[in-house]
């Protein structure tokens, strides 16, 4: 089973439980990281984080973790659930996501908006403001709605080029560093590795209407 694990971070109840399921599945189903990864798409060192206990993983890698394990995935999602709703009251605790540069996965790009709004001090609500304000000023066009934000960074679907734009500019992101955002995107979810809709494999008890 490789090297031990270092200890679950000492996280809030929810998130705890939820790392400390995952890694009770992954002993159970006698898998190394890189055994799953063979099997799902996120990549050993994604799954691998995901049981840290540090932050919470997006929607899609739990489930993913769960497939992988032969695990319950509503229960996975459940467990998410509740570790997701208390990290948005609790108001988070980010860990540190690879810089744009080295992002190689969807989930590392979710990451790394996730700590991009966390360090940008903008609610959703401010964001979206701020893209409509952006695309007035250039006469008008696509403007990024809080309710499209707000699926992308929960994880409950995969984030497109279009919503990336507008979420890094509206955050403040400079014109002249958007291009390595936009070739992050491009390694995790360009070409032949783009996503074919993870959110339509969820359990129905957790998709959106």
Same mark, same amino acid.
């Given at each position: !089973?490789?090297?031990?694990?270092?200890?679950? @971070?000492?996280?809030?109840?929810? #998130?705890? $439980?939820?790392?400390? %399921? &995952?890694?009770?599945?992954?002993?159970?189903?006698?898998?190394?990281?890189?055994?799953?990864?063979?099997? $799902?798409?996120? *990549?050993?060192?994604?799954? *691998?984080?995901?049981?840290?206990?540090? !932050?919470?993983?997006?929607?899609?890698?739990?489930?993913? @973790?769960?497939?992988?394990?032969?695990?319950?995935?509503?229960?996975?999602?459940? #467990? %998410?659930?509740?570790?997701?709703?208390? %990290?948005?009251?609790?108001?988070?605790?980010?860990? #540190?996501?690879?810089?744009?540069?080295?992002?190689?996965?969807?989930?590392?790009?979710? &990451?790394? !908006?996730?700590?991009?709004?966390? $360090?940008?001090?903008?609610?959703?609500?401010?964001?979206?403001?701020?893209?409509?304000?952006?695309?007035?000023?250039?006469?008008?066009?696509?403007?990024?709605?809080?309710?499209? #934000?707000?699926?992308?960074?929960?994880?409950?679907? *995969?984030?497109?080029?279009?919503?990336?734009?507008? @979420?890094?500019?509206?955050?403040?992101?400079?014109?002249? *560093?958007?291009? $390595?955002?936009?070739?992050?995107?491009?390694?995790?979810?360009?070409?032949?590795?783009?996503?074919?809709? @993870?959110?339509?494999?969820?359990?129905?008890?957790?998709?959106?209407?």
């Amino acid at each position: !089973m490789g090297r031990k694990e270092a200890p679950v @971070f000492p996280a809030r109840e929810p #998130l705890t $439980v939820l790392s400390e %399921w &995952l890694r009770a599945e992954r002993r159970r189903a006698n898998l190394t990281y890189a055994q799953m990864a063979a099997k $799902v798409k996120p *990549s050993a060192a994604t799954l *691998s984080r995901a049981t840290s206990g540090k !932050m919470v993983p997006a929607m899609y890698v739990v489930i993913y @973790f769960a497939r992988a394990c032969g695990a319950d995935e509503n229960t996975a999602a459940h #467990l %998410w659930q509740r570790a997701n709703e208390d %990290w948005i009251r609790s108001g988070g605790y980010p860990d #540190l996501p690879p810089a744009p540069e080295l992002i190689t996965d969807e989930a590392e790009l979710w &990451l790394a !908006m996730r700590y991009l709004k966390a $360090v940008s001090g903008l609610s959703i609500r401010a964001i979206e403001h701020r893209s409509r304000q952006l695309a007035e000023s250039k006469g008008g066009g696509y403007w990024l709605p809080r309710s499209t #934000l707000g699926n992308a960074l929960s994880g409950q679907v *995969s984030v497109s080029k279009q919503v990336l734009t507008h @979420f890094i500019a509206a955050c403040g992101v400079r014109e002249e *560093s958007r291009a $390595v955002w936009q070739q992050a995107w491009e390694r995790a979810l360009g070409k032949k590795r783009r996503r074919s809709n @993870f959110y339509a494999n969820l359990p129905d008890a957790y998709k959106l209407d």
